[in-house]
């Protein structure tokens, strides 16, 4: 199937206008055969707020108008996306992405993982855990950028049989190393493809410099975008991300990354420190 990561430069606190564009991207990279789009974290309100107050204000019920109006065009154009956003519930917010599917909400995912960066330095950690969603499309499962830094959780995402991780993020200059390196090796390591979508653009003296990438089952980079707002496409089979046993010289080379893991030597990831 035909995947795309978009690659824009959302508006802090603009939420009508960068829904247009997302709209607008996601009819132009389903024209283009995509099945599956991706957008960026806080695609919808940006990201770098300066307090609660701001945050809440730029936060959307989930469910609600922005997730209908979503379905309704994924049931237009016949694709999934994943968009990320902020999500108001009660007093707390939230640093969401959903996923939307022709017609419906699938599902959302709280960041868990939480930076002291941007709205993160506001938001309310994730209550939900990890999760995996079975489409038609294949197996899908959602992490948010600063989640790419633990490797337990696309772990965990694997273990629950993703084949497809979309990774939603705001990289800004420091973090490339995350493309160079640590997209490749949670890729490889698990044995699933991953949609990695970053930003473009300054905001609250911050520049993220874009680079998102479909990463392959192998860990090797199938695409990777430049520095400026656009698209990006790449076909993938995801059953091949159910083929964990790696075979070099059948016989006298194999490995299984999964069927040879020892939990049972595990427990000191759940001791604090």
């Not at 247009?20 to 957008?39: C, K, T, W, Y």
């Not at 309704?72 to 994943?82: D, F, P, Q, R, S």
């Not at 506001?122 to 939900?128: E, L, Y």
């Not at 489409?135 to 772990?155: H, W």
């Amino acid at each position: 199937m035909r995947v795309a990561v978009v690659q824009m430069d959302p508006q802090l606190g603009r939420n009508a206008e960068n829904l247009a564009d997302i709209v607008a991207r996601l009819r132009e990279a389903a024209s283009n055969g995509a099945q599956l789009v991706v957008f960026p974290e806080c695609a919808l309100s940006g990201y770098g707020f300066s307090n609660l107050e701001s945050a809440r204000r730029a936060a959307e019920q989930v469910p609600g108008p922005v997730t209908e109006k979503l379905a309704a065009i994924c049931a237009e154009l016949g694709v999934y996306t994943v968009v990320g956003l902020l999500e108001r519930d009660a007093e707390a917010v939230y640093n969401v992405a959903i996923l939307v599917a022709p017609g419906a909400l699938l599902g959302s995912y709280r960041k868990l993982h939480l930076p002291y960066l941007g709205v993160d330095r506001f938001a309310t950690p994730g209550d939900r855990g990890f999760q995996v969603w079975h489409t038609p499309l294949g197996c899908i499962g959602i992490a948010i950028c600063y989640d790419l830094r633990f490797p337990e959780a696309l772990r965990a995402l694997a273990l629950q049989g993703a084949e497809i991780i979309a990774l939603p993020t705001n990289w800004p200059e420091t973090s490339e190393l995350m493309p160079d390196f640590v997209t490749r090796t949670r890729a490889l390591e698990n044995r699933t493809y991953l949609l990695a979508c970053n930003r473009v653009g300054e905001e609250s003296g911050f520049r993220f410099f874009g680079r998102s990438q479909v990463v392959g089952t192998s860990g090797k980079v199938m695409v990777e975008a430049d520095a400026n707002p656009g698209i990006i496409y790449a076909e993938i089979n995801p059953l091949r991300a159910q083929e964990k046993r790696i075979v070099i010289r059948e016989g006298t080379f194999e490995m299984d990354t999964f069927a040879d893991r020892r939990p049972e030597w595990y427990d000191v990831l759940l001791r604090e420190i």
